[in-house]
């Protein structure tokens, strides 16, 4: 399975962006896809997760509101929307798949996209 982040940039606070995560490979098979940020000097953290149906979502309390996941398995591809984005969201987002139920730990998932640059400016 091959992971394709894209969507980040550079955004006012306040702004809003969509990241997309693009799923190739073995697409047939039935993963739960999250979404980590990792800001400089920071651990990486978990941000959102999705069931492979797409039913069952989890946003990390302190992003909830503002931050919404969701898939679409036709086309093999996960969102981020990121709303209201804050200084304090600037960070490489990564997403990343696993088989079985999603997760919020990080390491549970078998694989990994190259991340995708978020910069909100003041």
């Known amino acids: 399975v091959q992971l394709q982040a894209s969507g980040g940039g550079l955004v006012q606070a306040g702004g809003s962006l969509r990241l997309s995560c693009a799923v190739s490979?073995?697409?047939?098979?039935?993963?739960?896809m999250g979404w980590f940020r990792q800001a400089p000097g920071k651990e990486r953290e978990f941000v959102a997760s999705?069931?492979?149906?797409?039913?069952?979502?989890y946003v990390v309390d302190s992003l909830k509101g503002r931050f919404t996941i969701s898939r679409d398995n036709a086309k093999n591809t996960v969102y981020l929307q990121m709303n209201s984005l804050k200084p304090e969201d600037t960070a490489v987002y990564y997403c990343?798949?696993?088989?079985?139920?999603?997760?919020?730990?990080?390491?549970?998932?078998?694989?990994w996209g190259q991340g995708t640059q978020v910069t909100v400016s003041s």
């Open positions: 490979g073995r697409t047939s098979s039935n993963y739960a």
């Open positions: 999705i069931s492979w149906s797409g039913d069952s979502t």
């Open positions: 990343a798949a696993k088989y079985g139920r999603r997760s919020m730990r990080v390491g549970e998932y078998d694989y």
